[in-house]
T-cell receptor, first 111, second 113 residues
Framework: LAKTTQPISMDSYEGQEVNITCSHN???????ITWYQQFPSQGPRFIIQ???TKVTNEVASLFIPADRKSSTLSLPRVSLSDTAVYYC????????????FGSGTRLSIRP | AAGVIQSPRHLIKEKRETATLKCYPI?????VYWYQQGPGQDPQFLIS???????DKGSIPDRFSAQQFSDYHSELNMSSLELGDSALYFC????????????FGPGTRLLVL
């Protein structure tokens, strides 16, 4: 599985847009990029998944450049409830695959 | 919508005791995964089952065993508990044929004294 690198922590304020970038230089042709969110003492929750260009859902947007060596998770107008750890994962698109969690980004939102 | 159910939610055991954690996947899901998350750590994959057969194995101690039953629920059996086994244990489920993402349960918090 491709190794990912993302910031250990980020701070922002309510109402701001937050962008978390993940580097995955060794991404394979058949790899997808998936982001999970985890609140304290809760199970991780799927946020968004993409292969290339841009993907948007009701929670976030995922921007993937043409070379796919990085990706950016964008959270619009964050609130205090967005305080969580965000994990960037790269691997084959298969729900039968185990998830290898790397070190996520601890996002803290302040009032 | 139905979610993954885990029981118990909290469990306190003493060293060298045994523990059994249960996981009830989302209806129709055929795959179950177990993860362990120690304090301040990231979740670590332990083991998974697809159609009642072990499909993958991670860093699961030999003291631990697991199985998936005919109704697709799964149990993680932990013996000779050690202090270091204190952690959150998450179960996730998915439907392979549907190519859906994994859905995680609320976790079981195990404390070994």
């Amino acid at each position: 599985l491709a190794k990912t690198t993302q910031p250990i922590s980020m701070d922002s304020y309510e109402g701001q847009e937050v962008n978390i970038t993940c580097s995955h230089n060794n991404i394979a042709t058949n790899d997808y990029i998936t982001w999970y969110q985890q609140f304290p003492s809760q199970g991780p929750r799927f946020i968004i998944q993409g292969y290339k260009t841009k993907v948007t859902n009701e929670v976030a947007s995922l921007f993937i450049p043409a070379d796919r060596k990085s990706s950016t998770l964008s959270l619009p107008r964050v609130s205090l409830s967005d305080t969580a750890v965000y994990y960037c994962l790269v691997g084959p698109y298969s729900s039968a695959s185990k998830i290898i969690f790397g070190s996520g980004t601890r996002l803290s939102i302040r009032p | 919508a139905a979610g993954v159910i885990q029981s118990p939610r909290h469990l306190i055991k003493e060293k060298r005791e045994t523990a059994t954690l249960k996981c009830y996947p989302i209806p129709r899901h055929d795959t179950v995964y177990w993860y362990q998350q120690g304090p301040g750590q990231d979740p670590q994959f332990l083991i998974s089952f697809y159609e009642k057969m072990q499909s993958d194995k991670g860093s699961i101690p030999d003291r631990f065993s697991a199985q998936q039953f005919s109704d697709y629920h799964s149990e993680l059996n932990m013996s000779s508990l050690e202090l270091g086994d204190s952690a959150l244990y998450f179960c996730a489920s998915s439907l392979v044929a549907g190519e859906e993402t994994q859905y995680f349960g609320p976790g079981t918090r195990l404390l070994v004294l």
